[in-house]
């Protein structure tokens, strides 16, 4: 063979092995999701490869909040995009990076403690804020600047103003609380606070019962009317408001309701097609919601695309 002839050989070697690395690769579709929705996440992976071999899940834990500004503020693509509250989707990603969300669990808030914590064998649903204000009870909660169960915690409080506005003698549950709850123990999202709660540092935690449940961690059922469970209150919650921070400086308005986690595919997924597929299981899936302790889809979505719907 001649220098010509091998030179095209070896050409045609290296074109054949780049080519061939490629062949074993998977498409990765990327999920960026709230850390409260970690579990869930994991067993709609497993589940979703198993039946799409070709496919790898890439899941991306946060707070909610910092979910959606990884796409708004750090200009990053994701295919999908979950969090626990649609609202956060509606402020942040509505119109420009979608026009649409679907629920696809609920939750309620609760108030969470273990074996050792302060007056647990007095705490009831009815006493619940008296000893959580007591001075030497060390209490946790999220911040509502990067979380929804932050502010969600916040409007417990003001809902407990109005249901027990009689028995209170004009004190606020909501002012009480605020002030017995220390800076440094006010953590960024419920994957941070729960193990402090787990390490006795803490003796309660406003988490979501779905949480509490997951970690095998005591808790209160609080009223119906307080822990925004229930979408038959919806008009009840709506008496109380709170701000957060949005993007940049900016300020959001926010209104009670009740928890719906919800998910969306931004307008430039990378890869629309399995994307669907992908919320076509979170849709249908109630099994793996209510295995990982959520509610079934409570209801409520806005301009869901027929194509998710098949």
């Known amino acids: 063979m001649n220098l010509s002839g091998k030179r095209l050989l070896l050409l045609l070697t290296l074109a054949f092995f780049t080519l061939c690395q490629g062949c074993g690769e998977k498409k990765k579709l990327v999920v960026f999701h709230a850390s409260s929705l970690t579990a869930l996440m994991k067993d709609m992976k497993a589940e979703f490869e ?21 796409i708004t503020e750090l200009k990053r693509r994701a295919d999908v995009i979950a969090v626990a509250d649609y ?69 417990c409080w003001e809902l ?13 549950i909501a002012v ?3 002030a017995n709850c220390r800076p440094d123990n006010v953590c960024q999202t419920e994957s941070q606070l729960v193990p402090r709660l787990q390490n006795y540092s803490l003796d309660y935690a406003f988490i979501y019962e779905s949480s509490a449940k997951k970690y095998h961690l005591k808790f209160i059922r609080l009223p119906d ?31 009670g309701g009740p928890i719906r986690y919800a998910f969306t ?12 597929k992908f919320g076509r299981m979170l849709l249908s899936r109630s099994d793996l919601v209510e295995k990982n302790f959520f509610d079934p889809a409570p209801g409520g979505s806005k301009n869901v695309p027929l194509e998710i719907l098949k």
């Open 50 to 70: 198993a039946g799409e071999p070709g496919v790898e899940i890439v899941l991306e834990p946060s707070g909610s909040f910092a979910a959606c500004r990884k």
């Open 87 to 155: 609202v956060v989707i509606e402020r942040l990603l509505i119109p420009e990076f979608t026009d649409w969300y679907a629920d696809f669990a609920g939750s309620r808030m609760t108030v969470a403690y273990g074996e050792h914590s302060q007056y647990g064998t007095e705490l009831t649903a009815d006493n619940w804020y008296e000893i959580l204000a007591r001075p030497d009870v060390k209490f946790g909660r999220v911040d509502p600047n990067l979380e929804p169960a932050g502010y969600r915690t916040l409007f």
């Open 160 to 172: 407990a103003d109005i249901v027990y506005r009689e028995k209170l003698g004009g004190r606020s």
């Open 176 to 178: 009480m609380l605020k």
């Open 225 to 255: 009317r307080i822990n925004m469970g229930s979408t038959m209150e919806a008009q009840f919650y709506s008496q109380v408001t709170t701000e957060v921070t949005g993007s940049g400086k900016n300020t959001v308005s926010l209104t």
């Open 265 to 276: 595919i931004p307008n430039d997924a990378p890869d629309r097609g399995t994307a669907l």
